[in-house]
């Protein structure tokens, strides 16, 4: 990749000069490629094109990372245009040469996502006594969060509500049968038909989650059918590095339909909003907002970035005649967090506090020159200590937490939310360090959960 970066620079320059300098090249112009090959390129023109568009994705590097590269070789060879103006042209030169990034990301996303069918059994009671039953479906989708591919078994993360039903006959709620599609087995199933739901599907077991986060995790096991495809674990990305305005990729399965991919744009990085809760009441999410088309059925897939990798599980919209294309999800370290603490935990999950009740004393706009991003930077800091909490006598009301350390990952706190998703990871008993200014003073301590 190294020595195709100098290739591509000195490619993207010239179409870049080209572009300014409108209508002074002559029909004697040798093409991008021919320039390519000038410059050691060895394959032949449709091997190029393709390496142009990054398809061989070796090792799951990402795409930030061979255009950081062919930047720096641009700059040496020349290229005078900041990193943005570098993307933008990017973009124009994959346009050009009818390349769509997208689809490329969603080639990668697709492989680790799942099409869900849940069965149950609904028991409907009489006002006179005695009840009626009957079978109800529900589709949603999913996200193959880790396997073990030599003996078929892959865990999978999605929505509480997609595999759970209030009104089941079955004591927890949860549905009777579940299956899994793989990208590439049946197009449409008829869920109506048993026998079909059952033999077009990948049987799943329900491991566990939690209803207020809506995370569920849910297990195939011995599959050959997963054994002998090309479907592989998620790669993930930090979702609190996540840009306004940065690409969001939904891969769903709406109205039960099968796989689809649609793409929008991530409108808000973190917001809060209330539903009704799965038992009842209300419950509050903390999200990411999307202009991404969302339908019923994309429910626990994936939202990715445009390398591919996850940013978030799909949840919730806004149904409304007077607001359009508001849709939702939750941030990947949060999701991930509950459902791999459901795991660590046999299907229970535990999460563990400080016992302090946090605030964002301060919160602004930092915008960055190098990078040209933007980002909120909040300083966090105790406002309440419980008396018979864990952090009694350990932290102090007024206290700035400045890191967090669990299990050995250290978390640089920027945002209130940082700290809840950071202790998704502590177990009973675990450890967790703490950086903090107090009285103008930096200070380490350590509580124990």
């Known amino acids: 990749m190294k020595k195709f970066a100098r290739v591509f620079a000195v490619v993207l320059c010239i179409i870049v000069a080209a572009a300014v300098a409108v209508g002074c090249a002559d029909a004697q112009a040798k093409s991008a490629?021919?320039?390519?090959?000038?410059?050691?390129?060895?394959?032949?023109?449709?091997?190029?094109?393709?390496?142009?568009?990054?398809?061989?994705?070796?090792d799951g590097e990402s795409v930030a990372d061979y255009l950081t590269n062919w930047y720096n070789a641009a700059k040496n060879d020349?290229?005078?245009?900041?990193?943005?103006?570098?993307?933008?042209?990017?973009?124009?030169?994959?346009?050009?040469?009818?390349?769509?990034?997208?689809?490329?990301?969603?080639?990668?996303?697709?492989?680790?996502?799942?099409?869900?069918?849940s069965r149950y059994t609904i028991r409907s009671y009489s006002p006179f006594g005695g009840y009626t039953t009957k079978t109800a479906h529900s589709a949603g989708a999913g996200v193959i969060l880790s396997d073990d591919k030599d003996n078929g078994d892959a865990y999978i993360i999605t929505n509480y509500h997609v595999i759970y039903e209030s009104t089941s006959s079955a004591e927890n709620g949860i549905a009777e049968y579940i299956g899994v599609c793989l990208y590439g087995m049946?197009?449409?199933?008829d869920v109506t038909d048993s026998s079909v739901l059952?033999?077009?599907?990948?049987?799943?077991?329900?491991?566990?989650?939690?209803?207020?986060?809506?995370?569920?995790?849910?297990?195939?096991?011995?599959?050959?059918?997963?054994?002998?495809?090309?479907?592989?674990?998620?790669?993930?990305?930090d979702s609190d590095s996540v840009q306004l305005g940065q690409q969001s990729i939904a891969i769903g399965n709406p109205e039960g339909d099968g796989f689809s991919a649609t793409t929008g744009t991530l409108s808000v990085d973190s917001e809060y909003i209330t539903m009704e809760g799965l038992s009842g009441g209300t419950t509050t999410f903390r999200v990411m907002r999307v202009d991404t088309s969302i339908n019923s059925g994309n429910s626990g897939g994936g939202l990715f970035d445009s390398n591919g990798r996850l940013i978030g599980i799909v949840n919730a919209k806004t149904s409304s005649s007077s607001i359009e294309n508001i849709s939702y999800a939750i941030p990947s370290n949060a999701a991930l967090g509950v459902a791999e603490n459901v795991i660590r935990n046999d299907g229970t999950f535990d999460k563990r506090t400080l016992g302090v009740t946090l605030e964002a004393t301060e919160s602004k706009a930092v915008y960055d020159e190098e990078t040209y991003l933007t980002s909120i930077i909040q300083t966090?800091?105790?406002?309440?200590?419980?008396?018979?909490?864990?952090?009694?006598?350990?932290?102090?009301?007024?206290?700035?937490?400045?890191?967090?350390?669990?299990?050995?990952?250290?978390?640089?706190?920027?945002?209130?939310?940082?700290?809840?998703?950071?202790?998704l990871y502590a177990d009973a008993g675990s450890q967790v360090t703490l950086q903090i200014i107090r009285d103008g003073q930096e200070q380490t301590v350590t509580v124990t959960v």
């Open 33 to 58: 490629y021919d320039i390519a090959v000038e410059n050691g390129y060895t394959g032949n023109e449709s091997e190029w094109l393709a390496s142009l568009a990054g398809t061989d994705g070796k």
């Open 78 to 117: 020349g290229y005078e245009g900041s990193f943005l103006d570098f993307l933008n042209d990017y973009e124009s030169v994959m346009k050009s040469l009818g390349v769509s990034t997208n689809s490329y990301a969603v080639s990668k996303a697709i492989m680790s996502s799942v099409t869900i069918y």
């Open 186 to 189: 049946s197009a449409q199933i």
């Open 198 to 237: 059952e033999n077009s599907t990948v049987k799943a077991e329900f491991i566990g989650g939690s209803m207020d986060n809506d995370i569920a995790v849910i297990k195939i096991s011995g599959s050959d059918t997963y054994k002998n495809s090309g479907c592989f674990p998620v790669t993930v990305a």
């Open 380 to 423: 966090v800091a105790v406002s309440d200590v419980q008396a018979v909490g864990v952090s009694n006598g350990i932290l102090s009301v007024g206290d700035e937490i400045k890191s967090i350390t669990v299990k050995g990952k250290t978390t640089v706190v920027t945002r209130l939310f940082q700290v809840s998703d950071a202790l």
